[in-house]
């Protein structure tokens, strides 16, 4: 956790054209659906609503306590506003805070915020959300359920932007994968804590005063289709990092295949059975730290489900 | 802290003040558009980008060096491609002295190229927004025909930055004059203050909810139907369509150098 926002706006000049115009395709998509289903889910309110909650995510990330040897955490605020807002109207919000980010205070490329919008406003949102939901259902319905689906929700949305922004990277050979996955991967499970203490904070604060807000989200529109656009975006992002490009930039591995003359043994192991890459055993540090994200994911997830039922259970004997 | 809410926008009457601010934006993608396209190692394009950053600060009458001085903000991502230089195979170019890591020559080309494209990308979208109000930008991108709805969230949420940003340090500073400590004392734990940093956030999350429904309020009042109006209105003139024109063609031209030299 440190003062200073953790890297994941990506600026202009680090993504390949190619990565760049697939992330604008999908904003565009996410976008359009999100303001389809907001609109239906808030009317006419949408538009103050989205926009005086953008300007508190603002602010809500100048709020900062200090963690250790001066250093200080602060929110980022996709999994809060998913929690209390649904997928779509979360997505809108963080959607204006990223390109207002951009716009107006160069956080952020223009060309990158296609990427951007999808790795802090899709993604962050819509694992936010499922992960919440997921908890909540499994647990029951009360309060230690909601206060770690929340812990578990911030945590899964900061490190789902984070790997998403690595490979992304990775993919426009900016960065190797096998260095920079683990160090995004482990700096944002840390970062993923204080993440997950403000939003449990905020909720406490809710749940007590205005308890009716954490019902808009339970019934907004487009609850399923976000958790099939999660799907899917899991799912190209896991394509992209099972393509031969994981584990070095390909063009230099390409062109040191030409030089040493093993052109046509590289084709052959390009070509070759899935399995060459899908199964690059454990010693490989991407998928290892995929692996071990996995694993923590399923640890916050059971940890939170098993907090919920236990404080259910004493509840109800005691 | 994080807080960085200062309006970008410096008041001036140069050309690049008044150019149409359509024009402004199309100009600022297209030249970081060209950037992007740029291949790592094309030194000549980005030299003549370079140029072309420069010419556009002159024309903002903020001085030259105004961009420079401000394009740090993309320095701590840089890290992100600070390893190439050791990871990208290639002929070794030198061993750093202490560490003897070898430094590969394409790794090297590879990573000062994307420095440069960002901080060259970074030096145009702050003429940008040093150079157009910000109703301006947000009209001109719903005359390029982003989304209505966007454009109008983001021009509320907009008025209310500030507010809330006053708010969250009001908060912050109420927190502070409360927590007294003995001296000596041990501090707190760190989830302790997590939370109640989140307790914070959670009541500054209930007062934005309190001042939409009020704003939404004070907007039906006054005849809200859904629809947001602006009087804002820019026509193209010759010399807007001029400076598009030229600017479309040297940054097309920027990107064709390399291929001459």
């Given at each position: ?318 | ?29 297209t030249?970081?558009l060209g950037l992007?396209l740029a291949p790592?190692?094309a030194?000549v394009s980005y030299a003549a980008f370079?140029?072309l ?195 479309l063609l040297l940054a097309a031209g920027c990107l064709g150098l390399q291929g001459v030299a």
């Amino acid at each position: 956790m440190m003062t200073a926002p953790a890297p994941l706006h990506i600026p202009d000049g680090f993504l390949s054209p190619a990565v760049a115009a697939l992330g604008w395709m999908l904003a565009i998509i996410f976008v359009s659906l999100g303001i389809r289903h907001t609109g239906r889910q808030l009317g006419d309110r949408m538009i103050p609503m989205m926009g005086v909650l953008a300007a508190f995510i603002f602010a809500a990330q100048a709020v900062n306590f200090p963690v250790a040897a001066g250093t200080s955490g602060h929110m980022i605020g996709a999994a809060l506003a998913a929690i209390v807002l649904g997928p779509w109207a979360s997505l809108l919000v963080l959607t204006v805070v990223v390109g207002t980010q951009a716009l107006l205070f160069q956080d952020g490329g223009l060309i990158a915020l296609g990427s951007n919008i999808v790795n802090m406003g899709a993604l962050a949102a819509f694992s936010g959300y499922a992960a919440y939901r997921a908890v909540v259902r499994l647990a029951g319905d009360h309060r230690a359920a909601r206060l770690g689906g929340a812990f578990a929700a911030a945590w899964v949305s900061v490190e789902a932007g984070a790997i998403a922004t690595s490979i992304e990277l990775a993919l426009s050979g900016t960065t190797d994968i096998n260095l920079a996955l683990p160090a995004m991967a482990s700096v944002h499970a840390l970062i993923g804590i204080g993440e997950g203490l403000l939003t449990a904070g905020a909720l406490t604060i809710l749940m007590a005063s205005r308890p009716e807000v954490l019902l808009h989200a339970e019934h907004a529109p487009g609850r399923r289709q976000a958790v099939f656009a999660l799907g899917g975006l899991a799912l190209v992002l896991f394509l992209a990092l099972a393509a031969p490009l994981a584990s070095v930039s390909p063009d230099g591995l390409m062109a040191v295949a030409r030089d040493q003359g093993f052109d046509g043994v590289t084709r052959a192991l390009w070509s070759g059975p899935a399995a060459n890459y899908l199964m690059p055993g454990v010693d490989d540090p991407a998928w290892s730290t995929i692996a071990a994200v996995a694993i923590g994911s399923l640890v916050v997830f059971g940890v939170a489900i098993g907090v919920g039922r236990l404080s259910r259970r004493s509840r109800a004997t005691g | 802290m994080h807080l960085h809410l200062v309006d970008r926008y410096r008041a001036g009457t140069s050309i690049a003040h008044r150019l149409d601010p359509r024009v402004k934006i199309l100009l600022v993608l297209t030249y970081i558009l060209g950037l992007t396209l740029a291949p790592p190692g094309a030194w000549v394009s980005y030299a003549a980008f370079f140029g072309l950053a420069l010419a556009a600060a002159a024309f903002s009458g903020l001085g030259l060096t105004f961009a420079v001085r401000r394009s740090y903000v993309a320095i701590p991502f840089i890290l992100a491609a600070a390893a190439l230089p050791f990871t990208v195979p290639g002929p070794t170019v030198l061993t750093l002295p202490v560490l003897g890591w070898a430094v590969s020559g394409p790794g090297l080309v590879r990573f000062v190229s994307i420095a440069v494209r960002t901080w060259l990308a970074v030096q145009a979208a702050v003429l940008l927004t040093a150079t157009t109000t910000f109703p301006d930008l947000l009209w001109a991108l719903g005359a390029l025909k982003v989304p209505s709805a966007l454009v109008s969230v983001v021009g509320l949420m907009y008025r209310y930055l500030f507010l809330a940003g006053d708010e969250a340090l009001r908060m912050m500073r109420a927190r502070q004059a409360r927590a007294a400590a003995l001296p000596g004392a041990r501090r707190p734990p760190v989830w302790w203050r997590g939370q109640v940093a989140g307790r914070m956030i959670g009541s500054l999350f209930l007062r934005a909810i309190e001042r939409s429904e009020r704003v939404y309020g004070a907007m039906l009042a006054r005849g809200y139907d859904g629809q947001s109006r602006s009087l804002i209105h820019f026509q193209m003139s010759a010399r807007d369509w001029a400076a598009l024109g030229a600017g479309l063609l040297l940054a097309a031209g920027c990107l064709g150098l390399q291929g001459v030299a």
